[in-house]
């Protein structure tokens, strides 16, 4: 088989790549590991900044983000029952959107079905041919046999434990690693949401953020240590934990009798592999790089890798100008370190961290109260949330 890009990963990122390119009239194919079911059984981010929602309706996918879809203008940060408002709109001129990177995938898919896109399941990618050439190969397993994909690119949005970053030389490669000693245990209930806005509250129990799907799908998160099992948190533990560590007057009217739909706990990390281009190979995405989630950056940063992707693989395909993919790595990692200093930041100011002195604490209290009586440092902290420009 041929194609002029070979995706490998369909979730949020590769799936969005090959509708872009679509619209504009190059062809690719997706290959994906796992089932459809199986990518849309994943619950992951839940906020969108504008530049991912304008990128979203540009690639005809956001009908039922504006029908469905909320919009936020504002969040708000909790110290045990103190709470303080950040007007994101005031602000920066620029709200954010509540809606799940499930319901993004979902629409991508019938995107990519209604316009005969390529997209095959079950399909794993086991290694890319000859990426520092100009006739790159896919090979990928598929019910025990295996499959080539001849092309020209290969982008890698297969994420942080795909084989496309890997296909880059260790000596021409350098990853950069901060784990933090801690996860964040979600859950998604079938329960209307504690307050209108997200909260982000920090509690010498450790951080807890109330977020939410929809007027009647709430999504919570608690910090928990990295030796916690999902199994050993019942439904009432985790409610007696989340009502511990938010503002008392909101855990009173907090809402618990509903169908849980999902827990699961997720380990923190900040990680980016530099450079993210490798010959013929692109990166994009969790592919190159992790953001711990405090910042509500991971799916919009592989969205802004994606924006910078298409346009230069267009430009190298339609005008053989080369300008945009030789630039791809410095533009696309510029943008990355900003905002992984921001959710690195975010972790840092909002976590209970174990090993933490008397004196990290009162720095922590410091920035809160910092925030509460600046307003320049509200519109840094709230630029950065909207998003930075591309
Ligand atoms: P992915 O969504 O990971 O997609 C990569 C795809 O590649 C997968 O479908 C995978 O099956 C496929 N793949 C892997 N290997 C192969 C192979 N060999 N062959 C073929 N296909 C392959 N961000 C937030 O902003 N807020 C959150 O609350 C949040 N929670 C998260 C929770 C978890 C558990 C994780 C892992 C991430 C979370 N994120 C969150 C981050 C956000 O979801 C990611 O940044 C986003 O999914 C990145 O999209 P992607 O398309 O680059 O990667
Ligand atoms: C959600 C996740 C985040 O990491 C975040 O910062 C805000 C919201 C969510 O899943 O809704």
Redesign the pocket.
Known sequence: TRTQVAI???????LLLSQLLDLNGIDSIV????SREY?LG?I????LEAGSVKLLQDAGVGERMAREGQTHDGVELSWHDERLHIDLKALTGTPVTVYG?TEITHDLYDAREARGGQVIHE????RIEGAETDSPVVV?QKDGQEHRIECRFVAG???????ARKAIPDTHRKEFIREYPFG?L?MLSRTPPATEELIYATHDRGFALCSMRSDEISRY?VQVPLTEKVEDWSPDRFWDELKRRIPADVAANLVTDGEVLEM?I?PLRSFVSEPMRYGSLFL????AH?VP?TG???????IGDVYYLHRALEQAIKNNNTAGIDGYSDTALSRVWKCERFSWWMTSILHDFPDQGDFEKRMQRAEFEYLARSETARKSLAENYVGLPY
Do not use: M, T
């Open positions: 490998i990963g369909g979730g949020p990122s590769g290959i994906e590991r796992k990518v994943r992951r981010a839940g906020v990177q399909a794993e990618v086991q990928y949005c297969d994420g942080f434990h795909g084989p964040w979600g998160y699961s997720a994009a995405g969790d592919a992790i989630p509500a950056k991971g799916l919009n940063l592989a």
